[in-house]
């Protein structure tokens, strides 16, 4: 059964004006940029452990490609990849539909992408087997696929109910990961998406964090440093939430968690959309967002305004 949520702004909203509008733009733009970005960043020194990257790169700053998948330089992964085709099937849909989900997934799925995680290509052999656009509930199943690629939720559900921010997130995510740990990352994750496109503060951001701890302790960031985290999403976003509160701008947050290795492509692709939604498009380096690959940037800025309208 697919189901369809027609989303939109809150109509109780207040009126906004240009310079408003020009802020929040300038934010989903920079969010769209941050995921790429730092996927692309990440994805040199991906399975790599921190004492690995050192040896090879010193401190890894730059876009350059190469990697365990030989990318060419400005090259993006299946975070970014996967996050276009959600959004366009939102587009093409006029609301988050299961089944228009599952039918962008499993359309890049047949494209032979550079890469995908097993339990994507597990849920999208399921929907492609038996129709259904939700795996079943799964204890194991708390990986950080649905979470990377949720930055179109966050764009189009903008000023609606928490509650329909949470339907149209299990609407995509379940298609492939279903699972109670995933869910509560990742709604986290909008949440401080949403916040920075508001002009939220690092305390704003930090309460979020915090609430998801309060309501899952394996969440807590303040411990040991996570280095080399895995793509369970627990150590995902513990390297994410301790690179960006242990920095003070968006370069520095991504240096910070690409360098801890691991999932890094993915660790930098939710950091960099959380932290270019906070920090604006100035804060970018120019010299990564012109190492991207022109048709990306272009799509992710497309897809940042379209999604918001």
């Keep these: 059964m697919t189901i369809r949520f027609a989303l939109a702004l809150k109509t109780d909203a207040p009126a906004v004006d240009s310079s408003t509008n020009h802020f929040l733009h300038d934010r989903a733009i920079a969010a769209y940029l941050g995921l790429a970005i730092g996927d692309a960043l990440g994805a040199t020194v991906e399975f790599l452990t921190p004492r690995e990257i050192t040896e090879q790169y010193g401190e890894h700053r730059d876009i350059i490609g190469g990697g365990w998948l030989r990318l060419r330089k400005g090259r993006v992964t299946d975070d970014t990849e996967m996050s276009l085709a959600l959004g366009r099937s939102i587009l093409r849909s006029g609301g988050v539909n299961a089944g228009a989900a599952a039918e962008a997934f499993s359309e890049w799925m047949r494209t032979k992408p550079v890469d995908i995680g097993n339990t994507v290509r597990r849920g999208i052999r399921h929907y492609r087997q038996t129709g259904e656009t939700s795996v079943p509930l799964h204890d194991y199943d708390a990986g950080n696929g649905a979470c990377m690629r949720t930055l179109p939720i966050a764009l189009y559900t903008l000023g609606a109910e928490m509650e329909t921010i949470a339907a149209a997130h299990r609407a995509q995510a379940h298609v492939t990961h279903h699972n109670l740990v995933s869910d509560a990352g990742t709604l986290a994750v909008i949440q401080m998406v949403q916040t920075g496109l508001r002009g939220g503060t690092r305390d704003d951001l930090h309460k979020i964090a915090e609430a998801l701890v309060a309501s899952d302790e394996r969440y807590r960031f303040d411990r040991r440093r996570m280095e080399n985290p895995g793509g369970y999403i627990v150590e995902t976003l513990r390297a994410v939430f ?68």
């Design 242 to 309: 301790q690179a960006l509160f242990a920095t003070d701008s968006f370069e520095a947050a991504l240096i910070d968690v690409v360098n801890r290795g691991g999932d890094a492509d993915t660790t930098g692709a939710i950091l960099g959309m959380i932290a270019g939604a906070f920090y604006g498009l100035e804060a970018i380096p120019k010299r990564w967002v012109t190492a991207l690959e022109k048709d990306t940037a272009v799509a992710c800025r497309e897809q940042a305004l379209a999604l918001l309208s």
